[in-house]
């Protein structure tokens, strides 16, 4: 099927615009397949980054250095801070031109099914749009997925039909071992607090003490490593050289006393391997009847997943780590029982810090038109905040400059990936969205309107290929409140229906309808999967306009800043009361008890000043946001 011609010329060299598609469309693989992939050097050379900054993967993928952000961040300081004296000697307005990154746009989406709605494939088309046919520059930063739903039912996260990343494969499954690196250091993690458990349970005081102290076999003497320093402070001991230390700081210093009962560390596979969610450890004779119950979680669900996508360099990404905290001390220790125990007191930090520093590189690759993608980290948004990096956000931003645009995928649905997008990344990240992209489809919409649950693996329910107007009108409710919660924070919304085959002009039409009604600015429907990046400008055309809108906004320079849910030194029960009540609009929350100490434990602790509430579930069904539900 011809394409049209792109109106505007490309802006980036790499950028082509796909003269026609086929019907019926292919399977993903085989459009993949049949995508003629550029060197990964070139798609770089074309948005800014010079090869030295550049570790490659074979031809088709690289790590870019965080010196490409470093570098232009400072250039672009020093000319708005030139430009700004050239304004006030000349009156001119030369600052503003200099100063500011690019747009960041938010993908986030309604309440899907099971099959999801093409959030990561609208994201690619979006970006094909922009970067293909409309002539601007754009860049797209999204998570790597986790081979667990890749070998599961869901499948691949690559986007789909002619809005894809490619290579595919390589995108789907071990990229460049950013998931196994993060298996490893918290697996690691989980090692070292095992063995820890053991030594004490054998050893004296003393002698815990002689092996993290050792005699120097040239003078005799013991020093403490640099990381124990920490330790020390963190004790109040304020002495620098063992032999200095009395018998009970000896004993504060060497014994942890971690019970065994508070640790909620476990280790990690890439997979969905149900056998090992719950296990029994330490059933070799040599363990000496040690035993304890834990079990493995998927890797994207380790906190250091989480702590990689919101590190802003290799010394923020080593203190996050550090303070990682497995457990607590046993009622009885020397310093009270209670009190958290961390990956610095068990003297890891610095280890897990080194097998990351790698992983820590978002990798650079290309969507099927040849725009540049950014992929880096995978959190789950119903485990963590589901977002990719904000290193690859702001590496982006800057290579993208002042007038270009950065397509971030937040995961899940908006109440729960788009408002940890707002109120978790861009908070850490000091990252300003100036539009969000609601993707919605007429399939998702009917489901929430009445017609029989969607299971993956079965055909889909005879009403989904009906035209039932009515239906997509009542499940409209969902787009709606969606709409009115990003709208909350500030930026505009713009909504991205997806098209897909068996929807009718009127129910699509109907869609549009719920949408501007809501308070979206825009709503447009796109049929890129079938069309790639053509079948998306008039959505990309949105999207700017958008954007231009809410620059206006900011005066010119930037968007207006967030309207975040929660303050930041509100308590741990006030931010979940504000999510409950101003997201999922419950009346009321009430605690179990043990919900209730565990809150009152972290805010003792010093937690309550987090951003993120990452160990709170939310519930996602359509009928959450029931008038009548209340949060328990």
């Not at 394409?3 to 010329?9: D, F, H, I, K, Y």
């Not at 002698?207 to 330790?231: E, H, N, Q, V, Y």
């Not at 309207?563 to 409950?580: N, Q, S, W």
Request: glycine share 12%.
């Amino acid at each position: 099927m011809p394409l049209p011609a792109p109106s505007v010329a490309p802006s980036m060299v790499t950028a082509r615009p796909l003269q026609y598609t086929m019907l019926p469309v292919p399977s993903d693989l085989a459009i993949a397949q049949a995508t003629e992939v550029q060197p990964i050097a070139d798609i770089a050379a074309a948005i800014g980054i010079n090869e030295e900054d550049l570790d490659l993967y074979g031809r088709d993928k690289a790590k870019v250095h965080l010196a490409v952000r470093d570098r232009l961040a400072a250039a672009a300081t020093a000319a708005h801070a030139d430009a700004a004296d050239a304004d006030a000697a000349g009156g001119g307005s030369a600052a503003t031109a200099a100063a500011g990154t690019g747009r960041l746009v938010v993908i986030s989406g309604i309440n899907p099914t099971p099959l999801g709605e093409g959030k990561s494939c609208t994201t690619v088309g979006l970006s094909q749009a922009l970067g293909a046919h409309l002539g601007a520059r754009v860049m797209t930063t999204m998570r790597q997925p986790s081979q667990g739903p890749v070998w599961g039912v869901k499948g691949g996260a690559a986007g789909g039909g002619y809005s894809q990343i490619v290579p595919m494969e390589a995108y789907n499954l071990h990229l460049t071992g950013d998931l196994h690196a993060i298996s490893a250091a918290n697996n690691l993690l989980a090692a070292a607090i095992d063995t820890r458990l053991f030594h004490e349970s054998t050893q004296t005081d003393e002698a815990l003490f002689r092996r993290l102290c050792p005699t120097s076999a040239k003078d005799g003497s013991r020093r403490f490593a640099p990381i124990m320093f920490k330790r020390l402070a963190k004790l109040g001991i304020e002495k620098d050289n063992p032999a200095d230390l009395t018998p009970d700081e000896a004993a504060r210093f060497a014994r942890l006393d971690l019970d065994p009962a508070s640790i909620t560390w476990q280790r990690v596979v890439d997979l969905n391997d149900r056998s090992l969610r719950r296990i029994t450890i330490g059933q070799g004779p040599a363990e000496k009847g040690l035993t304890r119950e834990t079990g493995f979680d998927i890797t994207v669900a380790s906190e250091i997943m989480a702590i990689m996508a919101l590190a802003t360099s290799l010394s923020d990404l080593r203190a996050r780590l550090g303070a990682i905290v497995v457990g607590t001390t046993r009622e009885g220790a020397r310093g009270g029982g209670g009190q958290p125990i961390t990956a610095d007191d068990l003297g890891v930090g610095g280890a897990l810090a080194v097998l990351l520093k790698d992983a820590l590189l978002p990798t650079l690759m290309q969507t099927v038109e040849g725009t540049p993608v950014l992929i880096h980290t995978g959190p789950f948004a119903n485990l963590a905040h589901g977002q990719s990096s904000v290193v690859a956000d702001q590496l982006a931003l800057q290579l993208v400059g002042p007038d270009g645009y950065v397509l971030t995928e937040a995961g899940f649905g908006a109440d729960i990936g788009g408002e940890k997008a707002m109120n978790i990344k861009c908070r850490a990240g000091g990252l300003t969205p100036a539009a969000v992209v609601l993707v919605a489809t007429v399939r998702a919409l009917k489901a929430h309107g009445g017609a029989p649950a969607v299971k993956a693996g079965t055909p889909l329910p005879a009403e989904y290929a009906k035209v039932d107007v009515d239906m997509v009108r009542r499940g409209a409710a969902n787009l709606a409140r969606h709409v009115e919660n990003m709208r909350a924070f500030g930026p505009p919304v713009v909504v991205a229906i997806n098209k897909f085959a068996t929807d009718a002009d009127e129910e699509l039409a109907a869609v549009r309808e719920a949408a501007l009604a809501a308070g979206a600015v825009d709503a447009v429907v796109a049929n890129h999967w079938a069309q790639g990046g053509a079948g998306a400008v008039a959505l990309g055309r949105a999207v700017m306009s958008a954007c231009d809108d809410a620059v206006k906004a900011g005066g010119g320079l930037a968007p207006p800043p967030l309207k975040f849910t929660y303050a930041l030194d509100a308590t741990l029960v006030e931010k979940i009361e504000a999510i409950a009540t101003r997201v999922y609009r419950a009346a009321r929350v009430e605690f179990a008890p043990a919900a209730a100490a565990r809150l009152d434990e972290f805010q003792r602790l010093g937690y309550g000043g987090l951003a993120g509430l990452q160990g709170v579930g939310w519930g996602r069904a359509q009928h959450c946001w029931d008038g009548n539900s209340w949060g328990r």
